[in-house]
């Protein structure tokens, strides 16, 4: 029986489910009651046990014909696309590569496996995890499922072996044939992630969708279902987030709207003026992945569905948006009243310590996104600042303005400061316009620190 594609937890499953699936095409009882023994039902007294090959056999062929079907008929063959030309481009290019991942999650919903969703704790990466969420339960709805569906809002840059012992642990409190899958939106797509892939590649099935600059030695590349806009001549303003929202069209038409907006303006793409929604929300979304101990959770994790509950209540919406910017403005005085305005030709870089202005009574804004706000402010506030970098503890932040991303090219400063200290820094990663760097136990952060700002001094100076 080990090819019949059931699902159980704690001995008990949706056998409605799988029974309404194949019963349309085999008539055979003994392949009913043996589907019905292996998702745990109480077979009625005096029914004759089928013989188990011969039920496990039928079974098995129906359930998967069934399913391969059904998924392929839920998939949307039209792109979903919202008008925006360079946007609607790189989503029509992607869009046939949907259609096996949109089916594997169909199929894992459909049979109750284990899904487990990691998205980036920022605005970019829960926006996403909202609007697949919407689809998921649309779907759901339609289809009468009960998913078995673990939120994890995941706060580094990469998918560690430690993330995927967690994740195998979570996997094995459900009994199941079928192999639960790992859903990765926005981080990981750098070589640190490599020991985490290897740990789990053959124990789940894994979706990866993500928007930032793939390294040279970032085995992630190989998985099947890995799709990255930078593979098909786009690159990462066409956000993760962004990406996540068509994904989630993909098999079933939500509103999505304002998270598209909330991606795109959260993650500070070209694209964001584009879409008249998502600024409330981009600033929420980014306050309560800061911050969740705001809406009480002491563990830290914020799920979809607590992000809905505020988003969908007018006057929550509005008072979370407001703190949110109260607080925001506060940290920029602040922020205006420490920094340092270094030459770098006839530009300017920002550099901030921000432990000099951090608010003791909330967590946001968090450090590492505080260098495009800053970049941000100061251009509202007058003047032309191409780059802004913000150090705090041992994590170094850096932002360039568009017109100049090319040219100062993070990634490849990045890059350069790991070649010359290898030892002194953990990880790094991001983007062409942001990306950040964690300074190792054995790093000297002032040392990198300097090389880093003679390093954009040069590239600025050059402009």
């Avoid at 509103?255 to 003026?273: F, P, Q, R, V």
């Amino acid at each position: 029986m080990e090819e019949l594609v059931t699902s159980v937890k704690h001995g008990s499953g949706n056998p409605a489910i799988l029974i309404s699936l194949y019963e349309k095409k085999i008539r055979v009882r003994e392949a009913r009651e043996a589907l019905l023994l292996k998702a745990g039902m109480v077979i009625e007294e005096g029914m004759p046990l089928p013989s188990e090959d011969k039920a496990a056999k039928l079974a098995a062929n129906a359930i998967l014909s069934e399913l391969d079907s059904n998924t392929k008929e839920i998939f949307k063959k039209t792109p979903y696309l919202t008008g925006i030309k360079e946007l609607d481009t790189t989503t029509s290019k992607l869009w046939e590569h949907f259609r096996k991942p949109v089916e594997l999650l169909l199929r894992k919903l459909i049979l109750g496996a284990p899904v487990i969703i990691r998205f980036h704790n920022d605005a970019d990466g829960s926006s996403g995890a909202v609007a697949l969420n919407r689809s998921i339960q649309g779907i759901s709805e339609k289809m009468g499922l009960k998913p078995n569906i673990i939120w994890i809002m995941h706060r580094s840059v990469m998918y560690t072996a430690t993330d995927a012992e967690w994740d195998t642990l979570v996997a094995n409190n459900f009994s199941t044939i079928e192999k639960p899958l790992l859903l990765i939106t926005d981080f990981g797509t750098s070589e640190n992630s490599n020991r985490g892939i290897e740990a789990l590649r053959n124990n789940f099935d894994i979706i990866w969708l993500d928007h930032h600059p793939i390294e040279e030695n970032f085995s992630g590349i190989t998985l099947e279902n890995y799709i990255n806009p930078w593979e098909f001549g786009s690159g990462s303003d066409y956000t993760a987030g962004y990406l996540t929202c068509a994904f989630a069209h993909a098999f079933h038409d939500s509103d999505t709207k304002d998270m598209e907006g909330a991606s795109l303006i959260g993650d500070s793409s070209i694209h964001g003026s584009d879409l008249s929604t998502g600024r409330e929300e981009a600033a929420i979304l980014d306050l309560l992945t800061s911050d969740p101990i705001i809406i009480s959770k002491a563990d830290g994790n914020i799920v979809p569905s607590e992000i809905e509950s505020i988003l969908s209540d007018k006057k929550k919406k509005s008072e979370f948006f407001n703190y949110a910017k109260v607080k925001l403005d506060e940290v920029l005085d602040r922020a205006f009243l420490q920094m340092k305005h270094l030459k770098a030709g006839s530009h300017e870089i920002l550099v901030l310590d921000y432990s000099e202005i951090r608010s003791e009574d909330t967590k946001y804004p968090l450090p590492g996104r505080f260098a495009s706000k800053l970049l941000t402010e100061a251009d509202a506030r007058g003047g032309k600042h191409y780059m802004a970098i913000v150090h705090y503890n041992q994590f170094i932040s850096m932002r360039a303005a568009g017109n100049v991303s090319e040219i100062v090219n993070i990634p490849e400063i990045i890059k350069k400061m790991k070649e010359i200290y290898s030892s002194g820094i953990d990880s790094g990663g991001g983007h062409k316009n942001a990306a950040s760097i964690k300074v190792s136990i054995y790093g000297d952060k002032k040392e990198i620190l300097r090389s880093i700002i003679e390093d954009a001094r040069g590239r600025l100076a050059a402009l």
